[in-house]
């Protein structure tokens, strides 16, 4: 399969994160933009997953979270 396919290409973490970095209103970005995204409960993953299939894409890169503290647990949306 030649590397010339526009389906062949692949996007490397690095190049993620500086295409996420940049924002239309330099002066002024919105809270939490300049980073790859990070989901904060599960909605927000299963969210981010649809909407990405919604658009045709198969892959993307997101954030890891901290765990400098210790271990990171997703917040549930429905504490039932």
């Given at each position: 399969?030649?590397?010339?396919?526009?389906?062949?290409?692949?996007?490397?973490?690095?190049?993620?994160?500086?295409?996420?970095?940049?924002?239309?209103?330099?002066?002024?970005?919105?809270?939490?933009?300049?980073?790859?995204?990070?989901?904060?409960?599960?909605?927000?993953?299963?969210?981010?997953?649809?909407?990405?299939?919604?658009?045709?894409?198969f892959a993307f890169w997101a954030a890891s979270p901290n765990t400098e503290a210790g271990?990171?647990?997703?917040?549930?949306?429905?504490?039932?």
């Open positions: 399969m030649p590397a010339t396919r526009d389906d062949s290409r692949v996007l490397s973490h690095a190049d993620a994160a500086a295409i996420a970095y940049e924002v239309p209103y330099d002066r002024y970005p919105a809270p939490g933009s300049r980073g790859l995204p990070l989901p904060r409960t599960t909605v927000e993953a299963m969210s981010m997953v649809a909407f990405a299939r919604q658009q045709g894409i271990d990171v647990t997703m917040v549930r949306s429905n504490p039932n």
